[in-house]
């Protein structure tokens, strides 16, 4: 696995719930739909053409580089984010593992495969990792990156839980930094 870090930078985000212009004309658009049980269906980049990924009153929705929304769940954006002034905040920029499409197989991927249902498909290059994300079956592209924002681990070093996300290559070249191997 190799280590990246977001590059430092001012981010726009709105609250699920809240009145503001973005969310009603990103709703209007069918970027964000809400559903009949009260959450919402985001339809972020990885979700073009497929069902959206699923949020709930409260949580955030950012744009990516591009302008596509993508859901942040309350307790992540929070910790991770600090308010500067209306909708814009400045990310905190912490240490993540990142996977790329011709890297070796790693323990974590392995993991991720075995208990987090990540598949690859190389019949389907626009859809090369799909996994089920955010309430329902994400997918990506074969230059995308698998981002992964957490691992836990017993004592003994074994994974028992780990979270991840796809992200765009584009995205990912314009919004992180890879590490050298002996900086964290």
């Known amino acids: 696995m190799r280590k990246a870090k977001k590059r430092p930078m001012v981010v726009q985000a709105y ?3 809240e009145e503001n212009d973005v969310l009603a004309g990103l709703t209007a ?3 964000i739909c809400l559903k009949g049980d009260g959450s919402f269906e985001v339809f972020s980049q990885e979700t073009k053409g497929d069902s959206g990924e699923i949020a709930y009153t409260g949580d955030y929705i950012k744009l990516d580089s591009s302008g596509n929304p993508y859901p942040n769940s309350a307790e992540y954006f929070e910790k991770n984010h600090c308010h ?3 909708a814009f905040y400045e990310q905190r920029s912490k240490t993540v593992l990142v996977w790329m499409y011709g890297d070796s197989m790693c323990p974590e991927i392995s993991y991720l ?3 987090k249902h990540l598949t690859f498909h190389e019949d389907d290059p ?3 990792f799909r996994a089920p994300l955010w309430g329902t079956e994400l997918s990506a592209p074969k230059d995308a990156v698998i981002v992964i924002y957490r691992i ?3 004592e003994s070093g074994k994974i028992t839980d780990a979270d991840f996300n796809f992200v765009a290559g584009t995205e990912f070249d314009k919004t992180y930094e890879l590490l050298p191997e ?3």
Request: hydrophobic share 20%; charged share 50%; no cysteine.
């Open 15 to 17: 609250r699920l719930g």
């Open 182 to 184: 002996d900086k964290d």
């Open 126 to 128: 626009d859809k090369y």
């Open 113 to 115: 495969i075995e208990q």
């Open 29 to 31: 658009e069918g970027e």
């Open 152 to 154: 836990s681990r017993d």
């Open 84 to 86: 500067i002034a209306g």
